[in-house]
């Protein structure tokens, strides 16, 4: 099972972008599934997109258009690009694995997560 650290949160104005990565140790990167979730105070943890071993990704309507993800299974890295961010993306954005090919939106089939950084996205 790999663990994850996170990089790359901060406070950015309305409009902006930010990008996220996320490291990968122990385990086998290549033969996870990688995904980004996020938790608004008081909300649930939400999917906000991954990428399969495959190389396959997904992302959630919400801000499909608006991000992009890669991984690079060389350096154990999985990053995520952000922007037009509008407010109500403030939140903890963590890193999941899977060791399956299939991606999913549900965080219940994820075993290994990153503490997550925190976003804030100003007015």
């Known amino acids: 099972q790999v663990q994850l650290i996170e990089a790359g949160g901060g406070v950015v104005q309305a409009g902006g972008s930010l990008r996220l990565s996320c490291a990968a140790s122990?385990?086998?990167?290549?033969?996870?599934?990688m995904a980004w979730f996020r938790q608004a105070p008081g909300k649930e943890r939400e999917f906000v997109g991954g990428?399969?071993?495959?190389?396959?990704?997904g992302v959630a309507d919400s801000v499909k258009g608006r991000v992009t993800l890669s991984r690079d299974n060389a350096k154990s890295t999985l990053l995520l690009q952000m922007s037009s961010l509008k407010p109500d993306a403030t939140a903890v954005y963590h890193c999941?694995?899977?060791?399956?090919?299939?991606?999913?939106?549900?965080?219940?089939?994820?075993?290994?997560w990153g503490p997550g950084p925190q976003v804030t996205v100003s007015p």
């Open positions: 122990g385990g086998t990167f290549s033969t996870n599934t």
């Open positions: 999941a694995a899977r060791v399956s090919a299939i991606l999913s939106p549900e965080t219940t089939d994820f075993n290994s």
């Open positions: 990428i399969s071993w495959t190389g396959a990704p």
